[in-house]
């Protein structure tokens, strides 16, 4: 089963790293967990807040390698990590029900939102319906700037071409893929001038709110969902699985939960995450 065929950069990106991971893990195992997770808690700034406690109370070093979603769960699919906080539910329940992973439990949600110039070529400022604005950016060919890294926020916005009623435009002029995380392709996306689906959390965190304001929000296809998964120890008998249950049961209890929830809070105005273990 191959869940993603991952662009030749990215797949190049995503070994090195895990090479770095896998060649530094000596010793004691257990003592060592590897997380794969999605740029966005990476970006947020979530993560530095969440892993270090963590470490403390277990005596276990995370490892983290943040990368798009689908990267994140072919690494699980190899057993090269032993726990993953992803977003991209439909991917899950796949990557679940085929066996590499198990105990999937629900951590947290944001939103996401269109983002683009001030200027506002497409005229979709204040729209309700997502999709109906990325038709209008289509129809004015307006530039548009694609994650195209088969993360949980890829697979979010063609979701959204399908709900237009459109295709994927690949190969148009105004359609670029960056091949890279939510903040480098809202950097990219503020210097070209053009739109972008993002999580709102690193919208906050790490875009350029001036050059890039909200266009499109409130959409309830626009929900943000994340789930922590155990890698399958049996399909995969060396990954951490005590170490991963662990870094679970972590995020899912009430302060960390409550932590969640108040991330982002004093310097936002708003916190990044909604923390809802259902």
Known sequence: MHLYPTRSLL???????????VGCRGGDSS??????????????GLLEVLIPRFEAESDIHVKVIAVGSGAAMEMGQRGDADVLLVHAPAAEE???????????AR????????????SDPAG???????????????????TFMSRGDHSGTHAKEQALWAAAGLDVPRGRSWY???GQGMGATLTISAEKEGYTLTDRSTWLAAGDQERLPITVEGDP???????VIVVNPDRHPKVNAQGARRFRAFLLQQDTLREIGEFGRAQYGQPLFTPDPA
């Open 11 to 21: 797949a190049l990106v995503v070994l090195g790293m895990l090479a770095i991971a």
């Open 31 to 44: 003592r060592e967990l590897i997380l794969a997770t999605t740029t966005s808690t990476q970006d947020s």
């Open 94 to 104: 796949e990557f679940v029900a085929a066996g590499y992973g198990v105990e999937r």
């Open 107 to 118: 951590v947290m949600y944001n939103d996401f939102v269109i983002v683009g110039p001030p």
């Open 124 to 142: 979709v400022a204040g729209a309700a319906d997502a999709a109906a604005a990325l038709a209008k950016i289509a129809a004015s060919r307006s």
């Open 176 to 178: 670029q893929e960056t």
């Open 221 to 227: 296809r626009l929900f943000n969902v994340y789930h």
